[in-house]
């Protein structure tokens, strides 16, 4: 379900809301660019990929500042009202999340780096391997729902946000089981353990971006609302 806003009689206000919803998309672009390569570094041991990443983290900061004031600037010249303003704070907590998903796969390089340097699990850590690829996923549908103004997609990523949930738990058994039996991993059992915990916290920010879509799109506060019951609704509209 694709939703667009009304034209306004001002082209240039259009233009400065299309150019702020242009920058967020672009900025989430270069988030998701730093998980993707986040997460081949930790796969692979690549410390050169994790370099970029970290590197790649002072661009997105300063994107989020310079958007942040940009949104600022537009609300108090145009004083805009009803949907307009939802779109304006939209980006604005979405531009939030985004930086502090870029700050997760920061760390994760940081720990990729880490663990190069140490013995490998024999399945070469398959397992955060697949929770990423799952919260990589969720991001994806975040962005792709604020591109196409799609409230439904905020059911898909709840919804996938409570498997990461609990792979994460199955993990973290997993991993305190294998430094039971093992004293001597327990560092790197450790590193690996804090990467799936910031990809389940990647996970809460992609749950927040769909929130912010049905937010943006209904002017609807979905934070104390179960998936099922707004499918539900959905469904019914």
């Known amino acids: 379900m694709e939703r667009t806003f009304d034209q306004h009689i001002s082209r240039q206000f259009n233009t400065e809301l299309e150019n702020l919803r242009q920058k967020m998309m672009t900025m989430g672009g270069m988030v998701e660019e730093m998980l993707k390569h986040a997460l081949q570094a930790v796969i692979h041991a690549d410390t050169e990929l994790a370099e970029q990443v970290i590197a790649a983290d002072d661009r997105v900061n300063r994107i989020e500042k310079q958007l ?35 700050d997760e796969a920061e760390k994760i390089a940081r720990w ?5 340097d140490v013995h490998r699990p ?13 919260v ?6 975040g962005l792709d729902g604020f591109t196409r103004m799609a409230p439904e997609t905020a059911v898909e990523i709840m919804q996938a946000d409570k498997k990461v949930d609990q792979d994460y738990e199955t993990i973290f058994r997993q991993y305190y089981s294998y430094m039971v039996e093992d004293a001597k991993q327990i560092r790197r059992i450790l590193d690996a353990l804090l990467i799936a915990k910031s990809l389940e916290r990647i996970g809460d920010h992609c749950k927040n971006l769909g929130e ?7 002017g609807r506060d979905l934070r104390h609302e ?4 707004f499918a539900r609704q959905l469904r019914e509209d």
């Open 112 to 116: 990729a780096i880490a663990l190069a």
């Open 136 to 141: 990589l996923e969720m991001l994806r549908k």
């Open 226 to 229: 179960s998936a099922s019951e």
């Open 68 to 102: 942040d004031e940009e949104c600022t600037l537009v609300i108090a010249r145009r004083q805009p009202a009803a949907s307009d303003l939802r779109l304006i704070f939209a980006i604005i907590k979405a531009i939030s999340d985004l930086e502090r998903i870029g």
């Open 212 to 218: 912010y879509i049905v937010y943006l799109v209904e």
């Open 122 to 134: 024999r399945n070469d850590y398959r397992e955060i391997e697949q929770l990423g690829a799952n």
